[in-house]
């Protein structure tokens, strides 16, 4: 095993988790909140991939020939727009059933799911569409010979430079502004910060608009790197995430990105040294080995019941 090799494995990880950071983020987010599990979460993610190449399009007609403008451009629309699909799942999916049977809620999310998938599928086509690149070339490390280097894509620093941003911005935005504070007060006992004055629908619709947000900066920074998509990359990307989120521990949001980075090691190594067609067995393999160790995650907090 080579130093160069490892190494690039390791960038590779660390790049793949920080989108499943990034998108986990929304499911442990909605978790924390309401206890449920937001099932239609991946779909927000493919969504931001098809309006990426759509904004990005429309850039181009118009003229744009700045990559790093159009970047930003396509990055405030696409978060725009995904945020309103993401109060649109709460407002039709979770609010109506909120105080129904536990069960309800995930079924309607499963079907807004398929309904989003459905959508994109008549309206964009079922194959895989994709867009050119922007983010050419990158940076060579360690190169000792000229067969062994690693190298790190333009895009691969944009994607981890994205997602640690991010992450710093939504935890200045819980831990110091006024709407923060009332979806801590919201996560740990919903009825009392109700008693208080908190507008929990208000609070409750912020988190799912929040993680959307997140989904699409994942969507916009995936797109640009591989620069193919279909309506079924929401599934795999979502499962995966979904793992990661558990994995760190549901509801905590360093977990979210802890549990991220950590699949997406595992993933880039297995793959690198073992076998590729395997390397989604083996990450569930390493879901199940920390959940019974350690069935909290690896930063949840277990439990307590109240009596």
Request: charged share 5%; proline share 0%; glycine share 0%.
């Given at each position: 095993m080579t130093g160069h090799i490892l190494a690039q494995q390791a960038v590779n990880g660390l790049v793949l988790g920080s989108v499943y950071g990034l998108i986990a983020v929304g499911y442990t987010m909605v978790y924390g909140i309401i206890g449920m599990i937001n099932f239609a979460h991946g779909e927000i993610y493919m969504i931001a991939a098809y309006l990426t190449a759509i904004f990005l399009a429309g850039l181009t007609l118009l003229g744009l020939q700045s990559p790093p403008l159009a970047i930003l451009l396509v990055l405030a629309a696409t978060i725009t727009f995904t945020a309103l699909y993401g109060w649109s799942v709460e407002r039709i999916a979770y609010r109506p059933l909120r105080h129904s049977n536990r069960l309800a809620p995930l079924i309607s999310a499963i079907g807004i799911s398929l309904i989003l998938q459905n959508y994109v599928r008549l309206s964009q086509g079922a194959r895989t569409q994709g867009i050119p690149s922007i983010l050419d070339g990158g940076v060579h490390l360690f190169a000792s010979t000229p067969d062994?280097?690693?190298?790190?894509?333009?895009?691969?620093?944009?994607?981890?430079?994205?997602?640690l941003i991010s992450m710093l911005l939504l935890h200045f935005f819980i831990a110091r502004t006024a709407m923060g504070r009332a979806c801590r007060a919201v996560q740990q006992d919903r009825v009392m910060a109700s008693l208080l004055g908190v507008n929990t629908d208000r609070v409750i619709a912020t988190v799912f608009v929040l993680g959307a947000g997140m989904a699409a900066v994942a969507g916009v920074l995936v797109t640009l790197n591989y620069g193919s998509f279909d309506f079924f990359i929401g599934f795999v990307a979502g499962i995966k995430a979904f793992t990661a989120a558990v994995l760190g521990g549901i509801g905590s949001l360093p977990g979210a990105m802890l549990g991220g980075v950590v699949l997406g090691l595992a993933e880039s190594f297995f793959s690198g040294f073992v076998n590729t067609d395997y390397k989604d067995v083996f990450a569930f393999s390493l879901l199940v080995l920390v959940l019974i160790f350690k069935p909290s995650g690896l930063l949840g907090v277990p439990e307590v019941e109240k009596v």
């Open positions: 062994a280097f690693v190298r790190i894509t333009h895009a691969q620093i944009l994607i981890v430079v994205t997602a």
